[in-house]
């Protein structure tokens, strides 16, 4: 893979993990698509959070919704910062303008905890 952010990547395999291979993406137009879940990727990018050197971490929401029409919204960092053990992960800011590789880092760990969160949902169900 080359350098950057692969968001088709990153998606790709945030699911295979998070589902355990039950669940593979297959990127098609939404016409032709034949799944049981859709995705919506709203917004990702990156915010200051108000700490030293202007702490950043990773931003993203993502609508899922299922056949039947039910829809789930998860926002990170938001619908995290509730959960035990959840530790806000940031960097300064410029150290993300000089070192993508730690806005990469960011954004996979953001998507990552974000399907997570789907999935487990969805097996306590």
Do not use: C, W
Not at 97 to 118: C, H, I, Q, R, T
């Amino acid at each position: 893979m080359s350098e950057g952010f692969n968001i088709e990547f990153t998606l790709k395999n945030a699911i295979m993990k998070a589902s355990d291979g039950a669940y593979q993406v297959d990127f098609k137009q939404a016409q032709e698509a034949k799944s049981s879940l859709d995705l919506k990727i709203v917004r990702y990018g990156f915010k200051t959070t108000g700490g030293p050197e202007d702490a950043t971490s990773a931003e993203l929401e993502v609508e899922f919704t299922r056949a039947e029409g039910e829809m789930v919204s998860i926002h990170f960092p938001d619908d995290f910062k509730t959960q035990e053990g959840f530790e806000l992960k940031t960097y300064p800011l410029e150290r993300l303008k000089k070192e993508g590789a730690l806005s990469v880092e960011l954004l996979d760990n953001a998507f990552n905890a974000v399907v997570d969160m789907y999935f487990l949902s969805r097996a306590e169900d």
